[in-house]
């Protein structure tokens, strides 16, 4: 029933911006962690950014931070990857993902500390992924 609607990828050139959205349902939103992680051809599947809701709290990959920024819109249920100074190393499928709030160990979670984590395993609703291309 979860579904994580993404949008705002495309192709810049390098140095560039872009922005990219993910709206979730407002009780999968709430006091959660919803992150962004990117894959590349290839490559494995990496974290780059998270934001737990209630608070928030933000956390960031080395690889990212000072140029990525992920905010978030609590009316309209929206997380947001502000993403500057953008190099071809960035390219990727980016994927949207949200934490369980609905199985057994929601309870026991801490939200704040998978966020910091980023490891999709923790993650059990993903979107269908926005391509990022950074051009030379």
């Known amino acids: 029933q979860v579904q994580l609607v993404e949008s705002g990828g495309g192709s810049v050139q390098a140095g560039g911006s872009l922005r990219l959205s993910c709206a979730a349902s407002?009780?999968?939103?709430?006091?959660?962690?919803i992150a962004w992680f990117r894959q590349a051809p290839g490559q494995e599947r990496e974290g780059v950014a998270g934001?737990?809701?209630?608070?928030?709290?933000?956390y960031y990959a080395d690889s990212v931070e000072g140029r990525f920024t992920i905010s978030q819109d609590n009316a309209k249920n929206t997380v947001y990857l502000e993403m500057h100074s953008l190099k071809p190393e960035d390219t990727a499928m980016y994927y949207c993902?949200?934490?369980?709030?609905?199985?057994?160990?929601?309870?026991?979670?801490?939200?704040?500390?998978?966020?910091?984590?980023?490891?999709?395993?923790?993650?059990?609703?993903w979107g269908q992924g926005t391509q990022v291309t950074v051009s030379s």
């Open positions: 993902a949200a934490s369980s709030k609905m199985d057994y160990y929601s309870y026991y979670k801490d939200y704040r500390l998978l966020c910091s984590r980023l490891s999709f395993p923790d993650f059990s609703y």
């Open positions: 934001i737990y809701t209630g608070d928030p709290s933000t």
């Open positions: 407002r009780n999968t939103y709430s006091s959660n962690c």
